[in-house]
């Protein structure tokens, strides 16, 4: 794993230090350390990427835990640790990542292993096409090559599509974001399957933006949150509670207008992505619910 140590700097109003550390668990390892150690994806822009010579973490997401840590635990550095979405859950879970920042669908099956924080993004799954090749609907994919990156849930929205639809996708798997793309760029997949978000970051960020087209059916939409150790309620209240505090501040609207609208390295392309009244509705009203309530 590749390590990046960098001093956390940004000040910030401090959660109840003395109550917030009582608690133990992770507040405790973080007073102990001084380092709060932090998750992130190096290939799904705008949310977590890495750019630039020097490789530095960036994005929507990674900006809404540095914000949030500066009011939880100022005085801690912290240190950043790339994960793969595969192994994102049992990092967490053992211990290794304090706090993953990298976008994560929250359903029932992975609170079973971990905690989500308030919900900060929700996702459309669709898919990204060459602009030339005429596909507007899953249903066109039927024996045709459609590519999906390991460890995500488009997988399973792709086997239920083709059930519902008698369709069948032949689903290919990329290890990362980055190769899923690479696939479709050199044609070895007609489509390629995320949440929209990820879709529009990295069409931005590739040679030729007017070669791709984001299109068909939504697949689901997704609540996307920050995620810890499920045995720990005290650092869940803890980043909760600054995020909320972000929330009611307007500071996370004006987080997703730069990470959304505004241009974004490396190519500096703006994803024009205006913020969906489902995240609206959930900055006012903040909550934790997995995807499975906002289906029923």
């Given at each position: ?7 956390l700097?940004l ?18 390892k ?6 709060v ?15 630039g010579?020097?490789?530095?973490y ?5 900006e ?29 879970n ?35 096409v ?8 899953f ?5 045709r ?8 849930t ?14 069948q996708?032949?689903?290919l ?7 899923s793309?690479l696939?479709?760029?050199s ?16 069409i ?8 791709y087209?984001?299109?068909g ?5 997704e609540?996307i ?12 209240k ?13 500071e ?8 959304f ?6 190519t ?9 009244a ?19």
């Amino acid at each position: 794993m590749k390590l990046v140590w960098a001093g956390l700097v940004l000040a910030g109003m401090a959660v109840n230090t003395a109550s917030a550390q009582s608690t133990g668990g992770t507040l405790d390892k973080i007073q102990a350390s001084g380092k709060v150690v932090v998750g992130v994806l190096e290939s799904s822009p705008p949310m977590s990427y890495a750019t630039g010579a020097d490789r530095r973490y960036m994005g929507y997401h990674v900006e809404l835990c540095e914000k949030a840590l500066a009011r939880i635990a100022p005085q801690a550095r912290l240190e950043y640790m790339a994960m793969t979405p595969q192994n994102t859950l049992p990092l967490v879970n053992n211990g290794t990542i304090d706090i993953a920042c990298g976008p994560k669908t929250n359903n029932l099956a992975r609170q079973k292993e971990v905690a989500f924080a308030v919900t900060t993004y929700v996702s459309q799954v669709r898919m990204a096409v060459r602009a030339d090749s005429g596909i507007s609907s899953f249903k066109q994919l039927d024996g045709r090559n459609i590519v999906a990156s390991a460890g995500t849930t488009a997988v399973q929205l792709l086997r239920k599509f083709g059930r519902d639809h008698g369709v069948q996708l032949n689903t290919l798997l990329g290890k990362d974001q980055y190769e899923s793309f690479l696939m479709l760029e050199s044609g070895r997949a007609d489509a390629f399957v995320i949440d929209d978000n990820l879709l529009a970051g990295l069409i931005a960020g590739s040679k030729a933006p007017e070669r791709y087209r984001i299109v068909g059916e939504v697949l689901g939409s997704e609540p996307i949150a920050v995620l810890f150790r499920r045995d720990d309620p005290g650092f869940k209240k803890a980043v909760d509670g600054a995020l909320m505090a972000m929330m009611k501040s307007g500071e996370v609207a004006r987080i997703y207008d730069k990470w959304f609208m505004q241009p974004i390295p490396p190519t500096n392309q703006s994803l024009n992505l205006p913020m969906s009244a489902a995240l609206q509705q959930l900055l006012r009203e903040p909550n934790d619910k997995p995807v499975e309530a906002y289906a029923n």
